[in-house]
C-alpha cells in the first residue's frame, strides 16, 4: 500500500525559506516518478516541480530559479526547498508518485499525500 506524508509546511514572511518533505512507503521508490502540487483557496490544482526516476527534474514557470525538487533513494523521501518565497506561493502542498508519470500533469499520479499548509505573509 503506497503512502505518501508530507510535512515542513509553515509560515514563513515573504523572501523567507521552507523545505518540505514527503516520506514515501509501500513501493519502490527509486523507479517510481514523485511530484509536488499545489492548491490555493478557490484555484485549481497547480503542477509545481518534478522528478523522474531517472533524476531528471521539470519545474513550473512560476517557481522555476527558486524552488528545487531532490529525491533521496536512500531515505525514501521527496523534498521541496523553497527559497524567495511570496505571497502568491501560499497553498497546500501535495505530495504525488506513480510508476509512469512524466511531467506535472495531476492526472498522471495515482498516489497522493494529504498536504501540508503554506502561508507566505508579505
Known amino acids: 500500500q503506497v503512502q505518501l506524508v508530507e510535512s515542513g509546511g509553515g509560515s514563513v514572511q515573504a523572501g523567507g525559506s521552507l523545505r518540505l518533505s514527503c516520506a514515501a512507503s509501500?513501493?519502490?521508490?527509486?523507479?517510481?516518478?514523485m511530484a509536488w502540487f499545489r492548491q490555493a483557496p478557490g484555484k485549481e490544482r497547480e503542477g509545481v516541480a518534478a522528478a523522474d526516476s531517472d533524476g531528471n527534474t521539470r519545474y513550473s514557470d512560476s517557481v522555476k530559479g527558486r524552488f528545487t525538487v531532490s529525491k533521496d533513494n536512500a531515505k525514501n523521501t521527496l523534498y521541496l526547498q523553497m527559497n524567495s518565497l511570496k505571497p502568491e506561493d501560499t497553498a497546500v502542498y501535495y505530495c504525488?508518485?506513480?510508476?509512469?508519470?512524466?511531467?506535472?500533469?495531476?492526472?498522471?499520479?495515482?498516489?497522493w499525500g494529504q498536504g501540508t499548509q503554506v502561508t507566505v505573509s508579505s
Open positions: 504525488a508518485a506513480d510508476a509512469k508519470a512524466t511531467g506535472l500533469y495531476g492526472g498522471e499520479y495515482n498516489y
Open positions: 509501500g513501493y519502490t521508490y527509486s523507479t517510481y516518478s
